[in-house]
């Protein structure tokens, strides 16, 4: 009788992980919010055709066996004049169906914002961790290091870091380390704001009496910032890193529409707007808009999921 | 005969309030230095409870986390049975620090709120290896058991709790690395007043089960009365009286004692004439000469401005003041 009782309690203690992410605070914040459920959709939708383009994409845009130069400039939904091949959203001046080419540019795209993000959190965070818990001079060797780099226009940055990186690989390998050059350089021009928002947490936390009780039973510094002051600084980095992401997006983007980023044997949608708005003027605009919607919904999409973070996490506007 | 667990000597605690290099230069000011606790001195006996009362800004808290390490002192020494405490690491450190503990003020920020209790009471029995594998669990659940939790509340969160409920956790913590000695820094002051009385019995009834000593830091003068066998009374960082708890109640020697005493309200009304306390405690960058208490003193001499009094023994004590030394009316 007991037995069961207890077994039936502890039950209803711990319901499955599952339920209890569906029952938090966030989930129920986003099931109530509108804008956060298209964004997520729209986010979602984009990332997983990224993921699954080569199962998606009815061609293969990069394999020049598949393509027929007189499939070019065929407009979205017509027939071609000389094959009468019909593409859902046309071809480019080579042939290659525009739809395909959005959908391995997205991947490129997203790959290199996912990867900068990550990089730029990485560094970000260690550095305003060390610099938070640390303070003294440490802090301000960072900290002014930080500010010089924010008078600079971060994309300025990524240009410098992408021109030294250049001058640094040998011409063989620049066609490949491109993609890990552009990682790089948006990775460093933005760890900036991860550091400030991670140390100024840092420096409310260790002063926490948690910290304090980990202190007095001389617990290892590394130890008392990994476990105990990082899980609780982590809630405004991931909002920065949602909306960090949407700009990682927009910034490789630009720099691939400068002609500085990813080639063009593999195009990513900053590489595609670039190539699209050549035939602008005369009048196969489909090369350019299409990418630029799927940019522009991505980008936008993200940066809304951000923005209802912001919102959900933050305590004093609930 | 007497079994000193802590020894307190002359010690002294300064920060640098200065304002920025930038700003002294440019406005020609000096370093300027906060002597949070100034030259104390005291011991505590095993099994017994000490507690360090005093208005905010005493020095109360500073004097708590220069014991445990918290905080260096600028001078003086702390030897915890016969050991100096080094604060190095090493492992005679290691092995002293595992006899001290510390419990907070506020139990919502005492506890890390993305730690689980179990592993929030784990964390010093792993720390000092003192349990592993499954034993830490037993042992977890039997702390829980001792501060009147349930065994099963190891897999909640803290925020599963009320500020009662957490103290208790905080209690098993400190309690977790079988210390000897624990510093409780006003541990009921952020608690209801119902609540108080629940926290102070367990630790009472903890004390008689494990034999602890406790070093009581609160400016709740009827939490001091309830717990403690002797009391210091601290102004402005520096030790005034030290007494017997019952002597210092019935038979204050200090004038500042008295003027806290008068302070309390008592339900009865009785009606019995009271000092009003006057003032505030003074800023204690620039403190006052001699006596810091002069300015607020009723019974203010000449000779209070001069140099601070020395430490007079008393019937169960020593008090600093020259009303015990000099005669009345000098």
Redesign the interface.
Known sequence: MSQTEQSQT?RG??PGRLARAWDSDIAWSFRHSPVAIVAGAVSVLIILAAIFAPLIAPHDPFNPATLNLMDGFTPPMEPNAFTGNVYWLGTDNQGRDVFSTILYGARISLFVGFAAVILAMVLGIAAGLVAGYRGGWVDGLLMRFADVQLTFPSILLALLIFGIARGFIPPAYREEMAIWVLIVAIGLSDWVQYARVVRGATMVEKN???V????????HPAKIVLR?IL??VLGPVLVIATIGLALAIIAEATLSFLGVGVPPTQPSLGTLIRIGQGFLFSGEWWILLFPSITLLALALSVNLLGDWLRDALNPRLR | MVDTVLQVEGLTRTFDVSKPWLNRVLERDHKQFLTAVDNVTFGIERGETFALVGESGSGKSTIAKLIVGLLKPSRGTIAFDGQPMSFESGTAMRNLRRRFQMIFQDPFASLNPRWRVGEIIAEPIRTFGLASGADVHREVARLLEVVGLSATDAGKFPHEFSGGQRQRIAIARALSSKPEFIVCDEPTSALDVSVQAQILNLMRDLQDEFGLTYLLISHDLSVVRHMANRIGVLYLGRIVEVADSKRLFTDPQHPYTRMLLDAVPDLALSGRRRTPVTGEIPNPINPPSGCTFHPRCPHVMDICRGDPPAQTPTATGAAACYLLTEPVGS
């Open positions: 502890e203690k711990t926490k009496e948690y304090q009780a980990a202190k007095v039973i001389g617990a105990h899980p609780n």
